[in-house]
């Protein structure tokens, strides 16, 4: 079992920059990528960002690139995601998950899931 504990959320207006981080606990000496979803009200939960293991991988969704950036410190356990020119339609819960292989797009490819943090971007 991997346990993981996003950070940083919060509330930013329109162009602003925020920084998430997800701490990994538990069984991490495994090799495993990292991926980074939203969900808005009313919408399905998105795929954002994730990087392999190595962190030498990494993948954007499309509405992200170039703003965004997904890094990890296996030392750490931790994965961030830095946010930069944000948008008002950034706004939702963001997700940091894991999974024991190599990148995932979507959400069912993914074992284990944080509990969320809030993201805001006023306009």
């Known amino acids: 079992q991997v346990q993981l504990v996003e950070s940083g959320g919060g509330l930013v207006q329109a162009g602003g920059s925020l920084r998430l981080s997800c701490a990994a606990s538990?069984?991490?000496?495994?090799?495993?990528?990292m991926g980074w979803f939203r969900q808005a009200p009313g919408k399905e939960r998105e795929f954002v960002a994730a990087i392999s293991w190595s962190g030498g991988s990494t993948s954007y969704a499309d509405s992200v690139e170039g703003r965004f950036t997904i890094s990890r410190d296996n030392e750490k356990n931790t994965v961030n995601l830095q946010m930069n020119s944000l948008k008002p339609e950034d706004t939702a819960v963001y997700y940091c998950?894991?999974?024991?292989?190599?990148?995932?797009?979507?959400?069912?490819?993914?074992?284990?899931w944080g509990q969320g943090t809030q993201v805001t971007v006023s306009s």
């Open positions: 538990g069984r991490t000496w495994r090799p495993y990528a």
């Open positions: 998950a894991a999974r024991h292989n190599g990148l995932g797009y979507v959400a069912r490819e993914y074992d284990y």
